[in-house]
């Protein structure tokens, strides 16, 4: 069974330019979610997505943070414009249909912000 | 008071001892209690899973839930090198929204 693939693995960029991830989750998982981990900290929800529509987005930073997931499969996660605080790994993690399920996440976008 | 505390370590012990993780909730809706492992460079994979309180076995691993303390650990036996890596606990309520995860305790086993 193929896993959540991210892309891309590293990016670096200067502060005030725009990032965008991507994520492709298993086959046939309906719920697919973005994390932001911080060095040291845990992951933090940053957007739960079931199939197409969101469930949660209450800690997306909405005024620099979109995301979306167009026909219930991909996603992107974009920054526009970045900050250095938003230095972190990006995790995307899909599940088959979101309660009491088990998560499995990519291995992340590692984001330097300078 | 924050809703998952987790000691953030690190913790260093040599191969072959037993090891014991633990967090604390402070959220009662939480109705689902993870243990996830991870290896730098890599996301978080599931480890234990339980959803009562009690003890849950799984080879060298064992996942013990405490509802009315809020407290919950994981137990590693005749821990190994290969189990260094950061362990995170992870809780669910019924209500269909994402983990909440602590922070995670890095461990580290010496050869």
């Known amino acids: 069974e193929a896993g959540v693939a991210q892309s891309p693995r590293y990016k670096i960029i200067e502060k005030r330019q725009s990032v965008a991830f991507w994520c492709n989750p298993i086959s046939g998982h309906a719920t697919l979610y973005w994390y932001q981990q911080i060095l040291g900290q845990g992951p933090k929800l940053l957007i739960q997505f079931q199939n197409n529509g969101v469930v949660d987005d209450s800690q997306l930073p909405k005024d620099r943070f979109s995301a979306e997931r167009l026909k219930g499969v991909d996603s992107t996660l974009k920054i526009q414009p970045a900050k250095l605080e938003d230095s972190a790994v990006y995790l995307c993690?899909?599940?088959?249909?979101?309660?009491?399920?088990?998560?499995?996440f990519g291995s992340g976008t590692q984001l330097s912000v300078l | 008071q924050k809703e998952v505390e987790q000691d953030p370590g690190p913790l260093s012990v040599p191969e072959g001892a037993i090891v014991s993780l633990n967090c604390t909730y402070s959220n009662s809706a939480f109705q689902y209690f993870m243990w996830y492992r991870q290896y730098s460079r890599k996301g978080p994979e599931l480890l234990m899973y339980t959803y009562s309180s009690g003890n849950k076995e799984d080879g060298r691993f064992t996942a013990q839930v405490d509802k009315s303390s809020k407290y919950i650990s994981l137990f590693i036996r005749d821990s190994q090198p290969s189990d260094s890596a950061t362990y995170l606990c992870a809780f669910e309520s019924n209500s269909g929204y994402a983990l909440n995860f602590g922070k995670g305790t890095s461990l580290l086993v010496t050869p």
């Open positions: 993690a899909s599940s088959l249909s979101g309660v009491g399920e088990k998560l499995f």
